[in-house]
């Protein structure tokens, strides 16, 4: 196993969870601003003939951004095909661009679509991703590609918090069908109720609106992403204001980016669940068991 730089903890864990060597790489950034990446072995007779899977998560963090992630990424499979690997396996749990999967201005590019068009380009034989913001994008893929869900993994910890009376909150539409998921993951009759969203497609202002009545219940609200945080935060607001007791903020790809933390944790959020798709201070669930399942 190839452990890339964005998946550090995630990587050593699937190669636990496999029985398998894992082995890192070694980055750095040209002054031209050129990415370089180099596999950390000395000897390539290593990887000949080998069936070898590559994990790197291609989400911004302090340390990088996604094209820079994406860069490694390609140089990870194409040093990996060079060396005559038999087999390329991609795990990705979370898809640079997968948010740009529909035109929403005249003059755009549906670039989430492209993306996989270029990872097609190294002909890999297999790749898997995590809650993909809209999964019907990977039959872009020419190799077999599967979508994994997370909500049982994350509806597991959440039950370890004994919370009660709880109800689901889907901030926006495109957040139903996971927060119906992890609804039935939590239990029987778990209601799911669901926030409009209205994102101004020029400012990418937030509008959020839903009456609902959350009076002393404890209130999960799921995303796929968060990204600033904004959506949690007028989620939260919304919902403190319709009654909610406890919040719990669950998100795949816990990106926290900007100010996310403050805007949440002062919107009244008891407390952030990712997941380690993104390595940070909020990944409290792990999804090397599942990925290595899958894998297996
Ligand atoms: C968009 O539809 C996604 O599902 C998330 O709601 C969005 O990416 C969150 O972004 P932010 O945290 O910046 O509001």
Known sequence: MIVGPASQILGVRIAQELGIESINTEIKKFPDGENYLRINIEDETLIAGKEVIIVQSTGPSASADQNARLMELFMMIDSIKRMGAAKIIAVIPYLAYARQ???????????????????????????????????????????????????????????????????????????????????????????????EKVRDVKTGEIKMSGIVNLRDKDVVISDDIIATGGTMATAINLAKASGAKKIYVVATHALMLEQA???????????????????????????AKIIADYLK
Do not use: W
Not at 262 to 282: C, H
């Open 101 to 195: 999967d529909k035109i929403f201005r005249p003059g755009e590019s549906q670039f989430a679509n492209s993306i996989l068009h270029l990872i097609n380009n190294f002909n890999i034989d297999e790749l898997y991703s995590v809650d993909v913001h809209s999964p019907i994008i990977l039959n872009e893929c020419s190799c077999k590609a599967i979508n994994i869900d997370s909500m049982k993994l994350l509806a597991d910890y959440i039950k370890s918090k004994e919370a009660s009376d709880i109800v689901v909150v889907a901030p926006d539409k495109g957040a139903i069908e996971r927060s119906q998921a992890l609804a039935k993951h939590l239990g029987e009759n778990i209601p799911v109720e669901v926030f």
């Open 261 to 287: 933390k403050f805007r949440i944790l002062k919107a009244g959020a008891d407390e952030i669940i990712g997941t380690d798709s993104i390595d940070n201070e909020v990944c409290k669930v792990s999804l």
